[in-house]
């Protein structure tokens, strides 16, 4: 019989999140780093001090907790699902420090938007926000994307609690032999394309005259939220501020990449380029954006007229279309336009927004993959009806190797998908009872729970602070597939309960 939980589960939960603490201390270096070029001393302070709380909750937690015994599968989860919430606690001190944010509340929902890869802001005035604490934003973004974990695991864990964790963060696939060499290979992956894209859109702008430095923030800050497809900017007229079609292009592409499971790009990476043409989550992808595409062109039918041109109608719809399935929430038109489209056009953007990426990838959402595997297994189940009782049928599929479907397969990926289902229509109902109307809602909770970021207005500073809270819970169990927090809620309850 395996054993419940217990008060002694505290002590060791809590020495591994002090150790993920001091990994949270020392990424903030970076925006002190930047602040400190820029000459922006008051920003300095405020990382100063969210350093020393960070690296205070460490020690406390490490100085009570002086655990170093190998973590089980349910600690993992709790490790990682709680510290997703104190991530966004104290990494949200800066920001609100910042003063661009009305509340604490406020800073922590962008915190918590930015790990979970959503791009839903609540940011006042943040054209005018310091280089430090704007770099923060994004590489919260670039952090929460590769799995804020994912940052602790290269330095502060050994293999059995690596694979614990990384498997909490809802990431199943195990790359390389085992979890810490997996993790640095998709940092090394996004490092070197970070280096790439930020390239690429930093010689556009150049070309369009900005100044090489805010060219190059600019290009760094587009990419990381790109890449991660989260949607933040540095601006707050996001895309739209850069007007320019070649730089559009460049972030598609970005997004696309982010999108893409990690396996697929390791393939890619030893000379296994045919796994773009035969893995079959990728076609599945393909297959959804051209569907999606469709549903929203019939929406348009007859509405054309609302563009300039053929060539504006396909550069935006598109657009929104890509940024809304990849889940990275970039946006060319303003919130308020996207709220007049027309609502099959809207509804075939939730339904893109739903589906989201790839397994394994930045993207949110229900995952390509289970709705393909949910394909295989209808397509399996009506073969099995067709042949004798006594045939065994068997279905495969190719995932950078041959895949046979079982039972239990189909079963998990029923689970989240009914899951994700279930929290889409909640944040609607939610937003029903403030009188926002069910299909603005939908799209706004959608956004929320794939962690997309496309807004149609309702993500605003003086939008009801329950909804705020709603949403922060949306974009956390959305991110981490609720496995890790339904057993985190069963752990708090058991403990309470001796």
């Known amino acids: 019989m395996i054993p419940d939980f217990s008060k002694d589960d505290i002590r060791v939960v809590s020495h591994y999140i002090g150790r993920i603490f001091i990994a949270f201390g ?17 920003a300095v302070i405020d990382f ?21 015994q190998e973590i089980n599968w349910r600690q993992g989860m709790i490790i990682v699902a709680l510290s997703w919430l104190l991530a966004m606690v104290f990494s949200a001190l800066p920001l609100y420090l910042s003063g661009h944010y009305g509340s604490y509340l406020d800073a922590c929902f962008e915190s918590m938007s930015a790990y979970a890869t959503t ?43 690596a694979l614990r964790i990384y498997i909490g963060e809802a990431r199943e696939d195990k790359i390389l032999p085992n979890s810490i060499t997996t993790a640095k290979f998709i940092w090394m992956v996004s490092f070197t394309y970070l280096v790439i894209g930020s390239l690429m859109l930093t010689i556009v702008l150049l ?5 090489f430095s805010r060219a190059l923030f600019h290009g760094v800050c587009i990419f990381m939220a790109g890449w991660d497809t989260a949607g933040f900017a540095p601006q707050s007229l996001n895309i739209l501020y850069y007007h320019c079609p070649v730089f559009e292009l460049i972030t598609i592409i970005i997004i696309l990449l982010g999108a893409t499971s990690f396996g697929v790009h390791y393939a890619v990476w030893t000379g296994k380029f045919r796994e773009l043409r035969e893995d079959f989550e990728v076609k599945i992808l393909m297959f959804t954006i051209f569907f999606t595409y469709l ?84 397509k399996r189940e009506i073969r099995r009806l067709a042949y004798p009782e006594s045939s065994y049928i068997k279905e495969f599929f190719h995932h950078q190797r041959e895949i ?3 039972d239990a397969m189909v079963k998990t990926a029923m689970i989240i998908t009914v899951c994700y289902i279930l929290l889409y229509f909640s944040g609607a109902v939610v937003a029903l009872f403030f009188d ?25 500073p003086s939008m009801p602070i329950f909804l705020k809270i709603w949403y922060i819970l949306e974009m956390w169990a959305g991110r981490l597939e609720f496995f890790a927090i339904f057993i985190l809620i069963r752990f708090f309850i058991k403990v309470v309960r001796k």
């Open 207 to 211: 070309f369009h005259g900005i100044s």
């Open 404 to 406: 046979s479907i079982d």
């Open 119 to 161: 791009g839903l802001v609540l940011v006042q005035d943040l054209d005018h926000m310091s280089h430090a604490h704007n770099i923060w934003r994004h590489l919260m973004c670039f952090m929460g994307g590769q799995g804020i974990i994912l940052v602790a695991l290269v330095f502060f864990f050994r293999g059995g609690d």
């Open 48 to 68: 100063f001090i969210s350093i020393i709380a960070c690296f205070a909750f460490a020690s406390i937690l490490l100085y009570f907790s002086p655990y170093s």
């Open 295 to 378: 549903v929203v062109l019939v929406g348009f039918s007859g509405r054309v007229i609302m563009f300039n041109d053929v060539f504006s109608f396909f550069r935006i719809t598109f657009y929104q279309l890509i940024s809304g399935h990849t889940g990275v929430g970039y946006s060319n038109i303003y919130s308020s336009q996207l709220a007049k489209w027309p609502d099959l056009a809207l509804f075939g953007i939730i339904v893109a927004m739903g589906i989201g990426g790839c397994m394994n990838s930045t993207a949110g959402g229900i995952k390509v993959f289970r709705i393909g595997l949910l394909y295989k297994s209808m």
């Open 26 to 42: 020392i990424a903030q270096l970076i925006p002190i780093f930047v602040g400190l070029i820029n000459g922006e001393f008051n």
């Open 436 to 460: 926002y109307g069910f299909l603005p809602g939908l799209f706004e909770s959608v956004s929320a729970a794939a962690n997309v970021g496309l807004s149609i207005g309702i993500t605003n």
